[in-house]
């Protein structure tokens, strides 16, 4: 299947009999082909209901701007529907945000130029300068802008004019700073951060020091939206490795970053390919 003609429907609604077949219909009718349908819903009476349904598109019978038009009308309103028609040919276009800890960064600089991640790497921002070489190399423009306590909301202005218009979504590849409500509310559940624990245990500053005195027996990765609130944003992915009393909080550290890489990758993927629904303070994730 080609990202020329497919397309995602994602819907969060009062669940009752007839959503599935309506929907279903209603693509039959105009010349779709539904080749992957999940859901799910929280009650099997009075729940809510969550689909997401992706489709093909190369011999629908009406424009994309009327089939949004036509679907509102015919399903979406008789189902109180909250929904998003999505193309994969749009690709979304990604701002990452690092530091100087450069393993997340890479693995999905290297992901991308390997094609697997359906996205555009716009640029990288940093607030120093140390990993600029790696990621042109890569031939991503690189931007260092400096933040300490005095300038935070002067650099953080600086970073919105950068992303401007060019951004969809943002990552947060350990990126050492907090941003401040005033930027998260600029890109609602469209930045991804990788927290190295397994939230909500440890959250905030050095995770792995608190998880060796804690003398933790499993040590993970969280990804997850980044909300106002420190590390409460909603999950998107998690997983976690066995440990022993024998190790040290080094290699407590080298063994959380190969889960980060990939826990972070599988969380970008997912925002993508729009297998998430956010609802309240959780995700419903189709994979």
């Not at 890109?187 to 939230?199: G, K, M, R, W």
């Not at 993970?220 to 066995?242: F, M, S």
């Amino acid at each position: 299947m080609s990202d020329d003609t497919t397309a995602r429907l994602l819907v969060t609604c009062p669940d009752c009999p007839g959503i599935v077949a309506s929907v279903s219909s209603f693509f039959y009718n105009h010349g779709a082909n539904i080749t992957a349908l999940d859901q799910h819903s929280t009650d099997p009476e009075g729940g809510t209901f969550f689909m997401r349904v992706e489709f093909q598109t190369p011999h629908l019978d009406i424009s994309r701007p009327l089939l949004s038009q036509a679907f509102s009308q015919a399903v979406a309103d008789r189902y109180q529907m909250d929904w998003k028609i999505s193309y994969a040919s749009d690709r979304k276009k990604m701002a990452i945000f690092v530091s100087k800890y450069d393993h997340v960064l890479l693995e999905l600089l290297w992901r991308w130029s390997r094609h697997e991640l359906p996205t555009d790497i716009v640029m990288v921002i940093s607030n120093h300068g140390d990993l600029k070489e790696a990621v042109e190399s890569f031939g991503v423009p690189f931007h260092e802008i400096p933040v300490n306590q005095e300038n935070k909301e002067e650099a953080e202005q600086r970073a919105l004019g950068i992303l401007e218009g060019k951004a969809d979504l943002i990552i947060l590849a350990r990126y050492m700073q907090i941003l401040t409500e005033s930027f998260v509310e600029q890109y609602v559940n469209q930045i991804i951060n990788i927290h190295h624990s397994f939230l909500p245990a440890f959250v905030g500053a050095d995770p792995y020091r608190q998880a060796y005195e804690k003398g933790v027996k499993l040590i993970g990765a969280t990804a997850h939206y980044v909300t106002a609130e420190l590390d409460k944003g909603p999950i998107i992915e998690q997983d976690v490795i066995r440990v022993s009393h024998r190790y040290k909080r080094a290699h407590l550290r080298q063994l959380g970053q190969d889960i980060e890489r990939s826990v972070l990758f599988r969380a970008v993927k997912w925002h993508l390919e729009d297998r998430i629904i956010v609802y309240k303070n959780r995700t419903i994730v189709f994979v």
